[in-house]
Antibody, heavy 119, light 107 residues
Framework: HVQLQESGPGLVEPSQTLSLTCTVS??????????WSWVRQHPGGGLEWIGY???????FYLPSLKSRLTISLDTPNNQFSLKLTSATAADTAVYYC???????????WGQGTKVTVSS | DIQMTQSPSTLSASVGDRVTITCRAS??????LAWYQQKPGKAPNLLIY???SLESGVPSRFSGNGSGTEFTLTISSLQPDDFATYYC?????????FGQGTKVEIK
């Protein structure tokens, strides 16, 4: 069965780039009908969808993050990645990668990785 | 942007109780509504998609209803494993957003 696993630094300095990778196992990231997504959860508990990438490399981002955000695909390694530039304390959160289905629901999630933006 | 408002924010209930959580959308979203359960330190777990479709492997005591702007998640007989936080999530115009969550506590 498909599993997702996030990896990346747990501490990022303000104004630097927050970079995370999600490794997909048990299935191909090139399968049509699924959208590979990032969702974050702020310390207060709220969940926020960040964006997704399709196997065709089409992307869609949350408008408020669009100017700082890049989501990319590494098909040979079955991974997808997030880069968020000019990080601030407001980007401190647990970041989840998740699989978005054609029914517009997130059916498989990674375990989450905590990222703190602080000097 | 579409805002999702859940009620109540916290719910105290006992094992065996019938529990209903409501999610209201600021605009009509058809049936583009999903429900998740989250336990502390864990990722959310999909329960219901398309407002009323039960995700594979989810117990049948969970059910979803609604369309347009008002939706409900019902647990027919609360079990010890069900004490958790529940979130609704909507899709509209290529954007996704979540409700603020409803914490189900032991009474």
């Amino acid at each position: 069965h498909v599993q997702l696993q996030e990896s990346g630094p747990g501490l990022v300095e303000p104004s630097q780039t927050l970079s995370l990778t999600c490794t997909v196992s048990g299935g191909s990231i090139s399968t049509s009908g699924y959208y590979w997504s990032w969702v974050r959860q702020h310390p207060g508990g709220g969940l926020e969808w960040i964006g997704y990438i399709y196997y065709s490399r089409a992307t869609f981002y949350l408008p408020s993050l669009k100017s700082r955000l890049t989501i990319s695909l590494d098909t040979p390694n079955n991974q997808f990645s997030l880069k968020l530039t000019s990080a601030t304390a407001a980007d401190t959160a647990v970041y989840y990668c998740a699989r978005l289905t054609g029914d517009d629901a997130f059916d498989i999630w990674g375990q989450g990785t905590k990222v703190t933006v602080s000097s | 942007d579409i805002q999702m408002t859940q009620s109540p924010s916290t719910l105290s209930a006992s094992v065996g109780d019938r529990v209903t959580i409501t999610c209201r959308a600021s605009q009509r979203i058809g049936t583009y509504l999903a429900w998740y359960q989250q336990k502390p330190g864990k990722a959310p777990n999909l329960l219901i998609y398309k407002a009323s479709s039960l995700e594979s492997g989810v117990p049948s005591r969970f059910s979803g209803n609604g369309s347009g702007t008002e939706f409900t998640l019902t647990i027919s007989s609360l079990q010890p494993d069900d004490f958790a936080t529940y979130y609704c999530q909507q899709f509209n115009s290529y954007l996704y957003s979540f409700g603020q969550g409803t914490k189900v506590e032991i009474k």
